[in-house]
């Protein structure tokens, strides 16, 4: 059976996870704290707070901005459900619109969405392509946008519009227009899930690209606290000679990174453009040989003159069918011993969210998109031979 999306575990990161274990500090140190300078330095902006997942970074982020009851956050239907669920977490309304046949949220939905209760803007750049941030940018800081935008406490008053956090849980390496995510959107969110590009088995990271008129030092110093109950000083610090003493500024999270996945992170990081995401482009560009020139499938984008995509998720269409058509075609391709999956099924097709009153009818994009789509497996290990399997077994079912 030719697996999903299993990780690449070789000596080298069971080295370095041993060193971590064997030095004598396992929990956030010396190795998350480079971890953090090495991601800073690769999307080249001041400031990484490392989590331990996207999800806790997600949240901490909408509570840092101050996000809560009658405040409403706008969302695309067409992703996982960790996106919106930190807003619920928050007691905010999420405002579902829908997509492009892209995948990426509509710039123009958004617009249409804004009220003056909007705190904050979510793109996903759903299978490691980024969102058009330049459009969504002039939207946020259109003069009516920010002349209706109702701060709520210092922080909202001092950026004075709504908050632009990415959730870029699969981009990270991708490119917009010259910049590496990360750097984009004011703040964004790395994933280091196991089924990520770069995996530390959970984790995540918080990059921070707000105006100038914040102060990125002084805002991780303050979030290093918030992931870690809202305490003066970590662990590490508290073992200086004499340094018991701590207070507790705020009631925090408990979100802080190990440095035993930090460790696995550095290692990642340092061949992850040389060896991770040039082995996906291969796989990505196979697969869009076998299946580009036969117009029974539509073909993800991935590389544009503005956007350059992680090549996290290949997003194999099939023309005119339905969704029983595609799972009957998926079943057939799993039989041939060959794993794929369906990112995403759209929130408003989950009970959750149905309960709180969406409706998949009103997102027909986001349905047409989940509808015809069958993920290709991409990983570092997948040789040719099975990359050629996949196609085959593909066109077989078909
Ligand atoms: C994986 C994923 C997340 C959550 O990442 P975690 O690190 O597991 O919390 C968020 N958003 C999207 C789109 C994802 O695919």
């Avoid at 299978?127 to 209706?148: F, K, L, Q, S, T």
């Avoid at 759209?346 to 994009?365: E, H, S």
Wanted: charged residues 20%; aromatic residues 10%.
């Amino acid at each position: 059976m030719i697996p999903f999306s299993p990780p690449h575990i070789d000596d080298a990161i069971v080295n370095e996870v041993v060193a971590a274990l064997r030095s004598g500090w396992i929990t956030t140190g010396p190795r998350t704290k480079l971890f953090e300078q090495k991601i800073a330095e690769y999307c080249c902006i001041k400031k990484v707070l490392c989590v331990n997942s996207a999800s806790a970074g997600l949240e901490l982020m909408l509570h840092w901005f101050g996000v809560g009851p009658g405040d409403e956050v706008i969302v695309p239907a067409y992703t996982y459900t960790a996106t919106v669920e930190v807003v619920v977490h928050c007691g905010a309304t999420p405002v579902m619109v829908d997509v492009n046949p892209d995948f990426l949220i509509s710039v123009e939905n958004i617009r249409k969405a804004l009220s003056p209760k909007t705190k904050a803007i979510m793109p996903v750049d759903i299978a490691g392509m980024p969102c058009d941030y330049e459009e969504i940018m002039a939207v946020v800081n259109d003069e009516e946008v920010r002349r209706n935008f109702q701060p709520a406490n210092e922080t909202q008053e001092r950026l004075g519009r709504p908050l632009v956090l990415s959730d870029a849980a699969h981009s990270l390496g991708a490119w917009y227009k010259g910049k590496h995510t990360g750097a984009v959107a004011d703040i964004t969110v790395f994933s280091f899930h196991a089924v990520k590009n770069l995996t530390t088995a959970e984790g995540g990271a918080i990059c921070l690209a707000l105006p100038d008129n914040f102060d990125a030092e002084a805002i991780y110093k303050q979030l290093c606290a918030f992931s870690l109950h809202g305490q003066s000083k970590d662990a590490l610090a508290k073992t200086q000679v004499g340094n018991w003493r701590y207070d507790v500024y705020e009631c925090g999270y408990k979100c802080n990174m190990t440095d035993i996945a930090a460790a696995m992170g550095l290692v990642e990081l340092d061949r992850y453009d040389a060896m991770i995401l040039k082995r996906r482009k291969e796989i990505f560009d196979a697969y869009t040989q076998a299946f580009g020139s036969d117009d029974r499938f539509q073909i993800p984008e991935y590389e544009t003159a503005d956007k350059t995509s992680s090549y996290h998720v290949y997003a194999l269409r099939i023309r005119n069918i339905t969704e029983a058509q595609r799972d009957t075609i998926m079943q057939r391709i799993f039989e041939q011993e060959v794993s794929v999956n369906v990112h995403f099924i759209p929130l408003p097709m989950l009970t959750a969210y149905k309960n709180m009153g969406y409706n998949i009818a009103d997102y027909p994009v986001s349905y047409d998109n989940y509808s015809r789509e069958i993920t290709l497996p991409v990983y570092y290990d997948l040789t040719d031979e099975q990359v050629q399997q996949v196609c085959n077994a593909v066109k077989r079912s078909l």
